[in-house]
């Protein structure tokens, strides 16, 4: 288990404006304003990755493209090594499910 934590360049990455309720798609929201949440921070990220046991990191020195003011982002990891989910309420595949249960708990 060690091994796969510490390969956290593997883990899928989570930027706080991908939730954000006041941006628009093209600003880089990936799911409905309906089902975002408005101004997320990385720290409630993590939070509710921990609430949902699963493994997270932040990475407070990285900005995102498309707004470099947009300082952190969060590095989830979904799935084991043995192809096992770490929540079964959240499968990758559909990553937008993933996003509409990090705003329900902020």
């Known amino acids: 288990m060690d091994g796969e934590l510490a390969n956290i360049k593997r883990w899928n990455i989570i930027y706080p404006i991908y939730i954000n309720s006041k941006k628009t798609i093209a600003e880089g ?3 409905g304003a309906s089902k975002a949440c408005e101004n997320p921070t990385c720290i409630e990220i993590v939070d509710c990755c921990k609430h949902l046991k699963i493994p997270s990191a932040i990475e407070l020195d990285k900005a995102y493209p498309r707004d470099f003011m947009q300082r952190g982002r969060v590095r989830v990891l979904l799935k084991r090594g043995d192809g ?3 929540n079964h309420l959240i499968g990758s595949s559909k990553i937008q499910d993933m ?3 990090f705003c329900p708990s902020l």
């Open 29 to 31: 929201r990936r799911i």
């Open 99 to 101: 996003y509409y249960f």
């Open 84 to 86: 096992s989910l770490y």
